[in-house]
């Protein structure tokens, strides 16, 4: 099993950046994909962004292609996700996810087994 601890949430005015961290532990050489989602209450869960297992291969939502950087750090076992000019609208609880090859270009949530718990961004005006 892999284990995916999320942090680096918090409250940003608007414009501003965030960097948000998932830790991965356990069976993570079972995990492909490592993808960041992010959801608000009453909405479904929305891609945002995924890393290849490798480092070398990724792939943005079309909202926050310009905004945001996803990078791991094989060494830690850590994905980051970089974001910039952040807008209220980016509000949400952002979560960490992992998938096996099969889930590689998915950007849908039912395709990943591995979720962490999340982590609260606010962005305010």
């Known amino acids: 099993q892999v284990r995916l601890v999320e942090s680096g949430g918090g409250l940003v005015q608007v414009g501003g950046s965030l960097t948000l961290a998932c830790v991965a532990s356990?069976?993570?050489?079972?995990?492909?994909?490592w993808a960041w989602f992010r959801q608000t209450p009453g909405k479904e869960r929305e891609f945002v962004a995924a890393?290849?297992?490798?480092?070398?291969?990724?792939y943005y939502s079309e909202r926050m292609k310009d905004r945001c950087t996803i990078s791991k750090d094989d060494a830690k076992d850590t994905m980051n996700l970089q974001m910039n000019n952040l807008k209220p609208e980016d509000s949400a609880v952002y979560y960490c996810?992992?998938?096996?090859?099969?889930?590689?270009?998915?950007?849908?949530?039912?395709?990943?087994?591995?979720w962490g718990r999340g982590t609260q961004v606010t962005v305010s005006t």
């Open positions: 996810a992992g998938g096996p090859l099969i889930t590689w270009r998915e950007t849908k949530s039912s395709a990943f087994d591995a």
């Open positions: 356990g069976r993570t050489s079972s995990m492909f994909t």
């Open positions: 890393i290849s297992s490798s480092g070398l291969n990724t």
